[in-house]
């Protein structure tokens, strides 16, 4: 065996050992229509918030985008790869969410690298929640600023932070709902301070577009804060049900990141289906306002049933013993029916391992008490 060969065994070993092995289980495709009875798992492991996946307008959207434009971009964005549909979906996104500019990126992950990248330099301080997800840390790494990473929502650390600063420039990052607790930013006392700092503030509202804030835009936009200092990231793959990323600033950002952000450079345009599909489901949040309020209401039903906490959005968190408790549960409760995300470390930040329940707002009555039954039959 080759040095190679002996390091990835070792480190197989390694991971059994842990209780940190993953693998890729393959699901089957849904009914042939949404609604549609089926015996088969209640995915509540997946992002698809809103349940408009597979919304009959939002397919109807991405196979008419393939259509017209093709199956893929066929360059990158400033090659040839910028369709008229993208120019649409990023003038759609910065109005309903109060910006000058957004710019679509293949995925939510880019969006934050091509962010942190372009707008860090070593003459920036990047200040960043513990809690913050891995594209944002890797966008830290990537950088060439000093990184200072503070503690889970505290907005003294961060303006002690900044008040001892020595750059010219500051970047404080967050998530205005996080991945793993799924609870708040203090998004308020966080623009205030990077106000009085003279830093920008940069939020990734992943987990928020379409489920938080009073029409389901989001935190940043429910708090008034889309100011010239924030900048926004955010996913097109959970309550939007397709694929991509986008980055929501002002016009003089955007222009920046077209020419400085590598990830964004250098990467292919985001295919014409996921942002027809994206689009379209974007018109349907906009026009259907008691979506957000629906898979809040199932999140806090799965909450209540299962003893833990409402949060802010979709997320429900249940806290488990350790790694290998998580793993057993979780496949107890695959065998049962109820397909449940399993948090275990390095995933999480404070290295408490969690099923990670998300809900949805086409979630029944029924769905809601079979998964609280199976859950509450698997948790210790």
Same mark, same amino acid.
């Given at each position: 065996?080759?040095?190679?060969?002996?390091?990835?065994?070792?480190?197989?070993?390694?991971?059994?050992?842990?209780?940190?092995?993953?693998?890729?289980?393959?699901?089957?495709?849904?009914?042939?229509?949404? !609604?549609?009875?089926?015996?088969?798992?209640?995915?509540?492991?997946?992002?698809?918030?809103?349940?408009?996946?597979?919304?009959?307008?939002?397919?109807?959207?991405?196979?008419?985008?393939?259509?017209?434009?093709?199956?893929?971009?066929?360059?990158?964005?400033?090659?040839?790869?910028?369709?008229?549909?993208?120019?649409?979906?990023? /003038?759609?996104?910065?109005?309903?969410?109060?910006?000058?500019?957004?710019?679509?990126? /293949?995925? !939510?992950? =880019?969006?934050?690298?091509?962010?942190?990248?372009?707008?860090?330099?070593?003459?920036?301080?990047?200040?960043?929640?513990?809690?913050?997800?891995?594209?944002?840390?890797?966008?830290?790494?990537?950088?060439?600023?000093?990184?200072?990473?503070?503690?889970?929502?505290?907005?003294?650390?961060?303006?002690?932070?900044?008040?001892?600063?020595?750059?010219?420039?500051?970047?404080?990052?967050?998530? /205005?709902?996080?991945?793993?607790?799924?609870?708040?930013?203090?998004?308020?006392?966080?623009?205030?301070?990077?106000?009085? =700092?003279?830093?920008?503030?940069?939020?990734?509202?992943?987990?928020?577009?379409?489920?938080?804030?009073?029409?389901?835009?989001?935190?940043?936009?429910?708090?008034?804060?889309?100011?010239?200092?924030?900048?926004?990231?955010?996913?097109?793959?959970?309550?939007?049900?397709?694929?991509?990323?986008?980055?929501? *600033?002002?016009?003089?950002?955007?222009?920046?990141?077209?020419?400085?952000?590598?990830?964004?450079?250098?990467?292919?345009?985001? &295919?014409?289906?996921?942002?027809?599909?994206?689009?379209?489901?974007?018109?349907?949040?906009? &026009?259907?306002?008691?979506?957000?309020?629906?898979?809040?209401?199932?999140?806090? &039903?799965?909450?209540?049933?299962?003893?833990?906490?409402?949060?802010?959005?979709?997320?429900?968190?249940?806290?488990?013993?350790?790694?290998?408790?998580?793993?057993?549960?979780?496949? /107890?409760?695959?065998?049962? !029916?109820?397909?449940? !995300?399993?948090?275990?470390?390095?995933?999480?930040?404070?290295?408490?391992?969690?099923?990670?329940?998300?809900?949805?707002?086409?979630?029944?009555? *029924?769905?809601? *008490?079979?998964?609280?039954?199976?859950?509450?039959?698997?948790?210790?």
């Amino acid at each position: 065996m080759s040095g190679l060969d002996d390091w990835l065994a070792e480190s197989a070993r390694e991971r059994r050992r842990a209780g940190l092995r993953r693998a890729l289980v393959p699901r089957e495709p849904p009914p042939a229509a949404p !609604g549609t009875p089926v015996a088969g798992p209640l995915d509540l492991a997946g992002n698809d918030y809103l349940g408009l996946a597979r919304d009959a307008r939002v397919v109807a959207a991405a196979v008419d985008a393939a259509a017209t434009w093709g199956a893929g971009a066929g360059a990158s964005r400033l090659v040839t790869g910028t369709l008229r549909l993208h120019e649409q979906l990023e /003038s759609r996104l910065a109005d309903a969410l109060g910006f000058e500019a957004a710019l679509v990126t /293949s995925s !939510g992950y =880019h969006a934050n690298l091509a962010a942190v990248t372009a707008l860090a330099d070593a003459g920036t301080l990047i200040v960043s929640d513990a809690h913050v997800h891995a594209s944002l840390v890797d966008g830290c790494r990537l950088s060439r600023g000093e990184v200072r990473v503070v503690p889970h929502v505290d907005v003294a650390a961060v303006e002690a932070a900044l008040a001892a600063r020595s750059q010219p420039r500051a970047l404080v990052l967050t998530e /205005s709902v996080f991945s793993v607790l799924g609870d708040a930013a203090p998004l308020r006392d966080l623009a205030t301070v990077c106000a009085r =700092h003279d830093a920008t503030l940069l939020v990734d509202e992943a987990h928020a577009l379409g489920v938080a804030g009073k029409a389901g835009l989001g935190l940043v936009a429910d708090h008034g804060l889309s100011a010239p200092g924030v900048v926004v990231t955010l996913t097109l793959s959970k309550s939007l049900g397709s694929q991509g990323g986008a980055v929501l *600033a002002s016009r003089a950002v955007v222009e920046h990141l077209i020419n400085t952000a590598r990830p964004f450079i250098f990467d292919t345009g985001l &295919a014409p289906a996921a942002a027809g599909a994206a689009l379209a489901a974007l018109e349907v949040l906009l &026009a259907e306002p008691g979506l957000p309020e629906r898979a809040r209401s199932r999140a806090a &039903a799965l909450a209540s049933g299962c003893r833990v906490p409402a949060t802010a959005g979709a997320i429900v968190p249940v806290p488990m013993p350790g790694p290998e408790q998580a793993v057993f549960a979780q496949a /107890s409760a695959r065998e049962r !029916g109820v397909l449940v !995300g399993c948090f275990r470390p390095p995933s999480v930040p404070d290295g408490v391992s969690r099923l990670r329940l998300t809900a949805r707002a086409d979630l029944t009555d *029924a769905d809601t *008490a079979r998964a609280v039954g199976v859950l509450t039959g698997v948790v210790p």
